[in-house]
C-alpha cells in the first residue's frame, strides 16, 4: 500500500480539484459528524492532499494529518499551511495524540490489520473522543468502480482483478457487521454504521464531465496499470485510440448530458 499510494500520489494532487468536487458531500458528511471545532484536536488518517484538514481548520480545530505517500503530505502541507502533516503509518505509528476527533474520508480501507490498526488510533484519542469516517459500501453499488474503467479493464484482462472481498483495498470495509465487529475488537464504544448515499458529479466550470472522469479513471489502479502495460504496447496512435473508447463509454452514461452517477458509503462514527 505504502508503494501504491507513493505512485498514486501525482495524479490524486493533479486531480484534487476534480475530486473534492466529487467527493464533496462526503467531505460534509464527515466533518459533520465529527464536529470539530475550538479547543478540538483532529487527527485525519490518510489525508490526501487535506481536504478534511482545511476542513477543520476552517470550523476552528487544531488539525494533524497522517498520511503514507510523500507526495500526498507535500501537498497538504502546501494546502492547509495551519495544519501539522506527517509521512507514517497510522497503523503502526506513535500518533502525537490525544485527539478529541479522528476522522477519515475513504483513508481506512487499507489497513493490513484493521484490529490493530483501529486500535492504534484508539489509543492516540482521548478519552470521550469521537471517531467518524466514511468507507464505501460494495463495487454493485457504485458505478464509480467500473464506469470508464470497465474499458481498460477488459483491455488488461487479469491484471486489473481488485482485491477479495476483506482484502485491503477499496471495498474492505464493505460489509457493515464486519466494521461493527473490528471497531469494538479495536476498543471503540457505540458503533454506528449508516448509509451515506450521495451523487459522483463530475461537472466542472459548466462541463459534461466527460474528461473530468477520464482523469480520475487514468489516476485509479486500473488506469495506471493501464498506462503501465497498455500504453507501451500501443503506441502513442492505439492509446489514444483507447481513451476515444473510454470517452465513448463515459458518453454513454450521461443522464441529462453530464457524467453523474450515484454513490453509496457508510458514515461510521464511534466513541472512545
Known amino acids: 500500500m505504502r508503494d501504491y499510494w507513493a505512485g498514486g500520489a501525482a495524479a490524486w494532487v493533479a486531480n484534487e480539484r476534480i475530486v473534492d468536487a466529487v467527493f464533496a458531500p462526503v467531505t460534509e458528511a464527515v466533518l459533520g459528524a465529527a464536529a470539530p471545532g475550538p479547543g478540538d484536536r483532529l487527527l485525519d488518517v ?4 487535506g481536504t478534511l484538514l482545511a476542513g477543520a481548520v476552517r470550523r476552528g480545530a487544531t488539525a494533524v494529518g497522517v498520511d503514507i505517500s510523500p507526495g500526498m503530505v507535500e501537498a497538504a502541507r502546501s494546502r492547509v499551511p495551519g495544519a ?3 509521512v507514517a503509518d497510522a497503523q503502526t505509528a506513535d500518533l502525537p495524540g490525544p ?3 479522528v476522522v477519515s474520508r475513504f483513508g481506512v480501507m487499507f489497513f493490513a490489520d484493521p484490529v490493530a490498526a ?3 488510533l484508539r489509543r492516540a484519542a482521548a478519552e470521550g473522543g469521537r471517531l467518524a ?6 463495487t454493485e453499488e457504485n458505478p464509480l468502480f467500473t464506469i470508464g474503467t470497465r474499458t481498460l479493464a477488459e483491455r488488461l484482462g487479469p491484471a486489473a482483478v481488485p ?20 471497531l469494538a475488537a479495536a476498543g471503540w464504544g457505540g458503533v454506528g454504521v449508516d448509509a451515506l448515499d450521495f451523487e459522483c458529479d463530475h461537472r466542472i466550470d459548466g462541463s459534461d464531465g466527460v474528461e473530468e472522469r477520464l482523469a480520475t479513471v487514468l489516476g485509479t489502479r486500473t488506469g495506471r496499470l493501464a498506462r503501465e502495460h497498455l500504453e507501451p504496447a500501443l503506441g502513442p496512435a492505439g492509446w489514444a485510440d483507447l481513451l ?4 465513448a463509454e463515459l458518453r454513454a452514461h450521461r443522464p441529462d448530458g453530464t457524467v453523474r452517477f450515484p454513490g453509496a458509503a457508510w458514515l461510521v ?3 472512545g
Open 46 to 49: 490518510g489525508c490526501g492532499s
Open 133 to 138: 469516517f466514511a468507507c464505501w459500501r460494495g
Open 244 to 247: 476515444d473508447e473510454v470517452r
Open 84 to 86: 501539522t502533516v506527517l
Open 269 to 271: 462514527t464511534a466513541g
Open 118 to 120: 483501529f486500535g492504534n
Open 163 to 182: 482485491p477479495g472481498p476483506g482484502e485491503p483495498g477499496p471495498t474492505s470495509l464493505a460489509d457493515p457487521d464486519r466494521v461493527r465487529g473490528l
Open 99 to 101: 485527539f478529541s476527533r
